[in-house]
Each structure stands twice: as structure tokens, then as C-alpha cells.
């Protein structure tokens, strides 16, 4: 049985990726930040029938637990095969349904600090940490749950839906996470590791108090096809099936 880790997995769009991957006969281990909502999401999974799972306390900004969270799954398991990067945070608070926009003027670097130490060093921690329990897997994925909004070449042409959402924080991290993606993918090279920034399209969950248009069910599908493609699949691009149905690569 191929063995997963997800991070952030207790709830949105993660916790979906752990449903429909168990139900297609991986074995997941729940990244959570905090084990009792961990714990209820394995309940949950267990209410359906799928048992394959388990909850793993891991904070990704906090060294300590990354790597206790890593001793944990070494006594389970020799081999990981897939590592899915999916939590993250975008900062924004809300008045009512109405984002604040974090401008590229008006934000301090303390916002920006709190979003960039999850979703990059976060994953740039967590990616450290398992590389070698991944580095025994025959097929071994690596998938960096991106946004398109992170996409230069997008966010640069007028036409693009989201041109006027500037959000300086949260894009920049997807920015800077895609290019940490394409290092990582470009190390690798030369092994059977299939590396990628995947982008859901809008999905509806507590990072956008549940305006974006999409399902989880939807969001999940979309990124677990490179989590789980054969060693003929691409490594180092960049996908978002939302923005680019037949290929679904977008521009980096
Ligand atoms: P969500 O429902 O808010 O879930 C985010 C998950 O990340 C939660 O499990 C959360 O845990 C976890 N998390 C936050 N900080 C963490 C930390 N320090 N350590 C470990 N886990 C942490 O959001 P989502 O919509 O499912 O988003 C999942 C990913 O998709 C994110 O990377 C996001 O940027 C990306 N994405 C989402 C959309 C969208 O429209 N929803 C679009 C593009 C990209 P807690 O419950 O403990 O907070």
C-alpha cells in the first residue's frame, strides 16, 4: 500500500485529498497543527468505512514538530511516496464577505513574514525533513498545493480574471514557493521523483470563507492527478486545470 503524507489535512481542501486517496487504496497520514482536530477528521473518515488513515500532529512553521512528526512516521513506515505540500494560509481578514487586499504599499513585512512561514518555509521544512524517507520510494511525488495567482506571467496580463486581485502577501508566497518547486524539481532531475506546483481552482472553504466557486470534491481531484501519475507524468511545471482545461499547465 503507497504511503502519503499531507499537511494541513484536517479539514478543506487536504482533509478531501485523504478521502478520495484512501478510498483509492493509499495509506494516509493526516498532517494536523492541532491533534484533537486531526483526530476528528479520522473519526470522520472512519464513520464512511475508510480506515487507511491516521492523524499526525505537524505545525509546519515549527521545527520541533516537523521533525517529531517525522520520528513518528519513520516507526511506521520505511517508505513514503507521496508528499503533498497543501497547507497555507493567505493572512486576509475579512469585513463581512469583503477580503481586505494586502497592498504591495500599505502591508507590513509582519504579515508577510506570518503567511511566508507557512507556505514556504513550511514547506521548505517539511520537504527537508521527508526527502529521504521519499528518496526510498520507487515513484516518489512531490506536490506544492500552489494558486495560479502566484503566476507572474498571469498576474502581468490585464486579460487574466484575478488581474485587478493584487494581494501582495499571499501571491508573492505562491510566487516564491513556485520557484522554490522548480530548484527542487531541477535537483531531483535526475531520479524517478515527479515534482509540481499544483494550483485548485476556487474552491469553497475556510480560506476564502467559502466564496470560492468550486467543490472540495472538485479542488481535491484536480491536484491529486499529480500526485499519483505514473513515471511518465512531467516534473517542474506548473498546473491548473481551472485556468487551462485540456493540458493544464499554466505559466509559471
Ligand atoms: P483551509 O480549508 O483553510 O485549510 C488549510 C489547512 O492548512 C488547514 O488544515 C490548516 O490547519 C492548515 N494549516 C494552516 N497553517 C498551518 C501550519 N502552520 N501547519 C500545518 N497546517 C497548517 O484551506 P484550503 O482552501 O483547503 O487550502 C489548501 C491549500 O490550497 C492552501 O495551500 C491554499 O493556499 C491552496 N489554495 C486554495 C484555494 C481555494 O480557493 N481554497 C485556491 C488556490 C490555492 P488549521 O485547521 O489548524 O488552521
Known amino acids: 500500500m503507497k504511503k502519503v503524507l499531507i499537511t494541513g489535512a484536517n479539514k ?21 497543527r492541532d491533534l484533537k482536530n486531526g483526530s476528528e ?5 472512519q464513520e464512511e468505512g475508510i480506515n487507511s488513515v491516521e492523524a499526525i500532529q505537524l505545525d509546519v512553521t515549527d521545527a520541533g514538530s516537523v521533525m517529531s512528526a517525522r520520528e513518528q512516521i519513520g516507526r511506521k513506515t520505511d517508505v513514503l511516496d507521496i508528499l503533498i505540500n497543501n497547507a497555507g494560509i493567505n493572512g486576509i481578514e475579512f469585513e463581512g464577505d469583503k477580503p481586505l487586499m494586502h497592498t504591495a504599499l500599505g502591508t507590513g513585512i509582519a ?3 506570518e503567511v511566508y512561514e507557512v507556505n514556504v518555509f513550511g514547506v521548505i521544512r517539511t520537504t527537508q525533513a521527508f526527502i529521504d524517507l521519499l528518496q526510498k520510494s520507487p515513484e516518489p511525488r512531490i506536490v506544492n498545493v500552489s494558486s495560479s495567482q502566484g ?18 502577501v499571499y501571491q508573492s508566497s505562491k510566487s516564491a514557493l513556485n520557484m522554490y518547486t522548480i530548484a527542487l524539481a531541477f535537483e531531483l532531475r535526475d531520479t524517478n521523483f515527479k515534482v509540481n506546483a499544483v494550483s485548485p481552482p476556487s474552491t469553497a472553504t475556510d480560506f476564502n470563507h467559502h466564496l470560492g466557486t468550486s ?28 485556468n487551462n482545461p485540456e493540458s493544464g499547465e499554466i505559466p509559471w
Open 215 to 242: 467543490s472540495v470534491e472538485v479542488g481535491a481531484e484536480h491536484i491529486l492527478r499529480y500526485a499519483i501519475m505514473d513515471n511518465d507524468g512531467p516534473t517542474g511545471r506548473f498546473f491548473c486545470l481551472d
Open 111 to 113: 504579515k508577510y513574514k
Open 41 to 45: 477528521a479520522v473519526k470522520k473518515l
Open 12 to 32: 478543506g481542501i487536504g482533509f478531501e485529498m485523504a478521502r478520495q486517496l484512501a478510498r483509492k487504496g493509499y495509506y494516509i497520514y493526516m498532517g494536523t
Open 151 to 168: 503566476s507572474l506571467t498571469l498576474h502581468s496580463d490585464p486579460s487574466y480574471k484575478y488581474y485587478h486581485a493584487k494581494g501582495a
